[in-house]
Nanobody
Framework: HVQLVESGGVSVQAGGSLRLSCVVS????????MGWFRQAPRKEREGVAR???????WYADSVKGRFTISKDNAKNTLYLEMNSLKPEDTAMCYC?????????WGKGTQVTVS
């Protein structure tokens, strides 16, 4: 079955950087849309970034200019480079995959910014 496993979430100080990874099994990410979502305490889940099969990207206004989404099709892995982190970036971050909608989800990795 399809499995998405995120990693890289840790506690960092404001202004720091992190790179999240999402290794996908039994699903070819080259032909799908991949996305990063996050959910902070007391808030709804929100989309952070997306990358389409052709390489086009989308970013939430709150992270534009600070985060970069990328993928390695050969490794079937999705990445999120997070720079200039702010306390409001603290959230559980999820990797997702799909075509028309995001069908498959990882369990999440916690990012904490102090």
């Amino acid at each position: 079955h399809v499995q998405l496993v995120e990693s890289g979430g840790v506690s960092v100080q404001a202004g720091g950087s992190l790179r999240l990874s999402c290794v996908v099994s039994n699903y070819r990410i080259s032909s799908s849309c991949m996305g990063w979502f996050r959910q902070a305490p007391r808030k709804e889940r929100e989309g952070v970034a997306r990358i389409y099969s052709d390489g086009r990207t989308w970013y939430a206004d709150s992270v534009k200019g600070r985060f970069t989404i990328s993928k390695d099709n050969a490794k079937n892995t999705l990445y999120l480079e997070m720079n200039s982190l702010k306390p409001e970036d603290t959230a559980m971050c999820y990797c997702a995959a799909g075509t028309v909608v995001f069908t498959y989800w990882g369990k999440g990795t916690q990012v904490t910014v102090s």
